[in-house]
């Protein structure tokens, strides 16, 4: 098990807008634990020991100990609420967890690698899926997902079955699911396009040129009979 990030909390903060705006101007974040069947409790963290809580590998799936008072509860970030502007944190849904029990979450999936084969045919990688719903255990879980995109061609696609899960993560998404796929992109279709279109039309002169040519031996050859 990795090394148990503590994160400390208190209790009794008061609920509502206001309150919740007030407390953030101190350099606090309101929050809320839940889960294993307990009421859900109203707490109060620090942004910065957040912060350096959520800043290893794992990232939002770190596994941690929050302690109010003497009590001590191992919990995940279920839900982190950000202004759509500033992007600062405005409200923490923690899960309480059982670390021996498996449990469903979604894990980022981060794309790594340079598509050289796709961008030398000015194509674009499109990816379809941002996330996977696996199931592990708590201390299983891992930060994100990567999937290699270097050896991706134009037209071929990355499924669920050709991410490489980590020992103890599984995932129920159907392994055919699309991930990531290579496409031309609109500019390249209409060059791609283009360059069909003047192709034919120089077969279709260079047949007109030979009909012309072949009427004109048949003309002289009457001739020569005359």
């Known amino acids: ?37 307990a009421e859900p409790a109203s707490l109060t963290i620090d942004w910065r020991d957040l912060r350096a809580a959520l ?9 941690l100990t929050l302690q109010v ?5 191992k919990a995940i970030v279920k839900e982190m609420q950000r202004h759509p502007v500033r992007r600062d944190v405005l409200h923490v849904d923690f899960l309480a967890v059982d670390v021996d029990v498996a449990i469903t ?9 340079e598509p050289i084969l796709v961008l030398r045919e000015q ?4 990816q379809v899926l941002n996330a996977l719903i696996i199931q592990a255990k708590p201390d299983a879980i891992p930060g994100h997902l990567s999937v290699d995109v270097s050896e991706l061609e134009i037209g071929h696609t990355i499924t669920v079955a ?7 993560v599984t995932t129920e998404v159907d392994l055919d699911e699309t991930v990531v796929t290579a496409k031309l992109t609109s500019l390249a279709l209409a060059e791609e396009e283009e360059a069909e279109g003047e192709g034919e039309e120089g077969e279709e002169g260079a047949e007109g040129e030979a009909g012309e040519g072949e009427a004109g031996e048949t003309a002289g050859g009457d001739a020569d009979g005359e």
Do not use: F, Q
């Open 69 to 73: 008072g003497r009590k001590k509860t």
């Open 105 to 113: 979450t979604d894990v980022p999936i981060v794309l790594e690698g």
């Open 1 to 37: 098990m990795a090394d148990d990030i503590i994160l400390v909390a208190k209790t009794g903060r008061t609920t509502g807008s206001a309150a919740s705006r007030r407390l953030r101007s101190t350099g606090k974040v309101p929050a809320v634990l839940y889960g294993r069947g």
């Open 123 to 126: 194509g674009v990688v499109d």
């Open 162 to 168: 050709d991410v490489v899960l980590p020992e103890g």
């Open 55 to 63: 800043t290893t590998d794992k990232g939002l799936n770190a596994l």
